[in-house]
């Protein structure tokens, strides 16, 4: 049974940073993509951040409005990865969700993803 432990969200105001933590157990394939996504109140979920492989390497997409903010990370020992997020807008307030994807698709597309941890909030305050 797949596992996700998600932390790191809260309040922080505009222009800092938080980290975002996600550990996967029980993944039943040895390679899978891991994304980030994000819904805000309203709206739909999107793609933040997404890499083809759950080691931390392979192809990264970022979404335009994070771009040069959020990167994201691997520590392949606690199979634990981090979304780093800097310079946070009030815009970037929404509830934040790791995924894994065993399709091979390398597509950051909610669709895509076929395992969801329980999110996380964040909110910017200006």
């Known amino acids: 049974e797949v596992h996700f432990v998600e932390s790191g969200g809260g309040l922080v105001q505009t222009g800092g940073s938080l980290r975002l933590s996600c550990e996967v157990s029980g993944f039943p394939f040895d390679d899978y993509a891991i994304g980030w996504f994000r819904q805000a109140p309203g709206k739909e979920r999107e793609g933040v951040l997404c890499i083809t492989r759950s080691d931390g390497s392979g192809d990264t997409y970022y979404g335009d409005s994070v771009k040069g903010r959020f990167t994201i990370s691997s520590d392949n020992a606690s199979n634990t990865k981090y979304l780093q997020m800097n310079s946070l807008k009030p815009e970037d307030t929404a509830v934040y969700y790791c995924?894994?994807?065993?399709?091979?698709?390398?597509?950051?597309?909610?669709?895509?993803?076929?395992?969801w941890g329980q999110g996380t909030q964040v909110t910017v305050s200006s």
């Open positions: 995924a894994a994807d065993s399709s091979g698709t390398g597509l950051c597309l909610e669709e895509v993803f076929d395992y």
